[in-house]
């Protein structure tokens, strides 16, 4: 393989442009071209995509986002969409692929690879943490510590108010962010998905706090908690107990950016250098992971259709320490 293309697709995370770099120098050090496709797969259809040179990629790994760009197609959702991307691919003679993403650019990276038989190996670049193959996904750790920080942040507001508040992380389907974070921040109570809600037990340990004489309360929400939201949770708080000084806040995508921490700069550079050596040795359709400090691959379906679970002694730290 002589040339490939690389390209970041789904929601943004922090890392993203270290695993860029990373793919980047690999394929150079191996006599590779590399070609950079910007705004994932919508570009890929458009053609707009040019060859990186390692001056590319200096002094990329410290920022957020990526520089190639991110979006997400309806038109690579078509079988005509997809034509149009293998069409290009083919056109600028690249041989294999680097996706950085999600589940849900594994999904058409599989339908590409399939249909087309074009070459691909995925990198794992969600803040969710919620793909099969992988202990961390990039952006995970830098999400997590900006949560963190902004809890600690609220703490103190909350400490000289005596206050009661509902703080929103995100975590659509999966609730690792809300977790660690919460854990971290020695939260009263964590509320996720993958647990259901009792609001008279929360109501219980929120009375518990005060007759303790606790200053505060904090209760960490993640947004696809199935009961609801936090503006949800606190209206079914304040119905029971009207006294509490309620306040909500929804830390939203103040989690997606900022500058990577150094675990995932090192996550990323690692897993990158690994796609590319995996498109090397003939591996196809499968994500490329670190499983206990081993790299691992996982096929895209079952890295997609098989989520990460929640541990339970995590949920029995926040049950024990709150």
């Known amino acids: 393989m002589k040339r490939i293309g690389v390209f970041t697709s789904g929601g943004d995370a922090p890392g993203m442009n ?16 590399v070609f950079g496709i910007n705004r994932g797969y919508s570009g890929m259809i458009r053609g707009d995509m040019y060859q990186m040179t390692s001056r590319d990629v200096s002094n990329i790994m410290q920022l957020g986002g990526t520089i190639l760009q991110s ?10 969409g997809r034509r149009r991307a293998y069409n290009q691919l083919k056109k600028a003679g690249i041989e294999g692929l680097v996706a950085i993403g999600g589940d849900g650019t594994f999904k058409g990276a599989s339908l590409l690879g ?27 750790d830098t999400a997590v510590n900006t949560a963190m920080t902004c809890i600690d942040n609220i703490k103190d507001t909350a400490n000289s108010h005596n206050r009661l508040f509902f703080v929103e992380v995100m975590g659509r389907d999966a609730g690792f962010i809300a977790l ?7 939260a009263e109570a964590v509320l996720i998905p993958e647990a259901k809600t009792n609001i008279d037990d929360l109501i219980k340990i929120l009375a518990r706090n005060y007759k303790s004489k606790k200053s505060s309360s904090i209760v960490v929400v993640a947004e696809g908690e199935r ?5 949800e949770i606190a209206d079914m708080v304040k119905q029971k107990v009207p006294h509490y000084d309620m306040r909500v806040t929804v830390l939203g995508h103040l989690q997606r950016g900022g500058r990577p921490s150094c675990f995932d ?7 990158g250098m690994e796609a590319v050596k995996a498109l090397r040795d003939g591996k196809k359709d499968v994500m490329v992971g670190q499983i206990h400090t081993r790299i691992e691959y996982t096929p895209f379906e079952k890295a997609c259709k098989h989520n990460q679970t929640i541990s339970p002694v995590m949920l029995d730290m926040v049950r024990i320490l709150s």
């Open 265 to 271: 700069r090192v996550l990323a550079s690692r897993l």
């Open 71 to 80: 979006a997400r197609s309806e038109t690579f959702r078509t079988p005509s």
């Open 114 to 140: 399939q249909e087309f038989g074009v070459p691909i190996v995925g990198v794992p670049g969600t803040i969710d943490n919620d793909l099969f193959g992988s202990d961390f996904t990039l952006g995970y």
């Open 227 to 231: 009961t609801g939201g936090a503006f």
């Open 18 to 33: 270290a695993c860029i770099r990373a793919v980047v120098r690999t394929a150079l050090h191996y006599k590779m071209e």
């Open 180 to 186: 660690r974070s919460g854990i971290a921040s020695g």
